[in-house]
């Protein structure tokens, strides 16, 4: 079983505390992986946030194509960070050569270009950098989009944090948003790709449990969109109908619920959106999802969300303070994060909910 965790705040915060927030939960996990998305950057990010961060792991002779196609496409680059590795010995990680986390300028053909088409042009060398590196496993593209840092790694969270001096605060990595989860892709072929959370276009997903209608998610989204590619995990599908539903169709974050987990056919008939529900229901049923999970997301906005299956087969648990919440599988994080707060406002959702936490930390219940 997966351990997942997702922190808002309205202070910049180091990424130790997503380790901290794993830790206590290590029982519920494997020790085969840790990865984590950042948004909201803070540190040496801060000043330029419309920029764009490239977030990679790669051989030497990947990171040389990386630069070559970012060149030629007009991308230069303005800001480098690498993180301080620690070598020490008999660590459990398998890392790889290099790690690039750069921000770069626009191409001067983009200088006057709409957000939409400076987006456009991101999602494409996104993919034309994956495909390239894909061909001999020359690297990883994890992330290329403003105010977004992304590291995955394989290996045990407690050695990754020791490998990358992240149990140690910096005050040049920081971030108001930061997903994390313990446990690499152990349903399927261990690889770099399948580790949660997932990234797209401003859109990140992480789950704790498993889609039983993987095959019939992936067939019906492969045809949706050109960013819904790998399926190294069927918990890719989450963020793939998430970016399908509020980004492509535009719709309400409401209606992700209806698609996923859509009401049966006598309790929609009662209610008076009744014809909306069940033209989603007839058009969308291939984006339905079946099996245990608890599913949280960072919108492009910087709201969070969470839902669970239709059964709660799943644990989540929602703490807060005035300055931050955070979502997680058990409350035995937030208690080692969060000590002082106020256990009675914790929130246990349902499985018809849909949680929403606004950019002032209000905390929203809609139910299905």
Request: proline share 5%.
């Amino acid at each position: 079983m997966c351990r997942i965790g997702a922190i808002k705040s309205k202070n910049y915060l180091h990424p130790s505390i997503a380790l901290k927030l794993m830790r206590s939960q290590q029982k519920g996990h494997d020790n085969s992986g840790f990865a984590f998305v950042m948004q909201d950057l803070g540190g040496i990010f801060a000043a330029h946030k419309d920029l764009p961060i490239l977030s990679m792991a790669a051989t030497v002779e990947g990171t040389r194509r990386a630069e070559d196609i970012l060149n030629n496409l007009g991308f230069t680059r303005v800001l480098q960070w690498s993180p301080d590795i620690n070598h020490e010995k008999g660590l459990k990680i398998e890392p790889m050569p290099n790690y690039v986390f750069e921000m770069f300028q626009y191409p001067k053909s983009h200088k006057y270009a709409t957000k939409e088409e400076k987006e456009e042009l991101l999602t494409d060398a996104a993919l034309m950098l994956r495909s390239e590196l894909d061909k001999d496993n020359a690297g990883y593209i994890y992330s290329f989009w403003p105010d977004v840092l992304t590291l995955k790694e394989i290996g045990s969270p407690k050695d990754i944090g020791t490998y990358f001096n992240l149990w140690e605060e910096t005050p040049d990595l920081c971030a108001k948003i930061i997903t994390a989860q313990c446990r690499q892709n152990t349903n399927y072929d261990i690889v770099r790709y399948a580790a949660h959370p997932f990234f797209l276009d401003g859109y990140t997903v992480l789950v704790n449990g498993e889609n039983t209608f993987f095959e019939k998610n992936k067939d019906y989204q492969m045809s949706l969109y050109k960013g819904y590619i790998g399926f190294e995990s069927d918990s890719q599908c989450f963020l793939y109908t998430l970016h399908y539903i509020n980004r492509i169709l535009k719709w309400p974050i409401q209606y992700y619920k209806h698609t996923i987990t859509p009401l049966p056919f006598d309790e929609i008939e009662k209610r008076n959106d009744r014809d909306v529900l069940l033209r989603i229901k007839a058009s969308l049923a291939h984006l339905e999802i079946n099996g245990p999970n608890t599913i949280l997301g960072v919108l492009p906005d910087g709201r969070m969300l969470c839902v669970c299956d239709s059964k709660k087969l799943r644990p989540v648990v929602i703490g807060r303070t005035d300055e931050t919440v955070i979502m997680t599988s058990e409350v035995t994080g937030i208690n080692d994060i969060l000590p002082d707060r106020d256990f009675e406002k914790d929130i246990y959702p349902n499985e018809c909910e849909t949680i929403i936490v606004e950019n002032d930390l209000t905390v929203k219940r809609w139910q299905q």
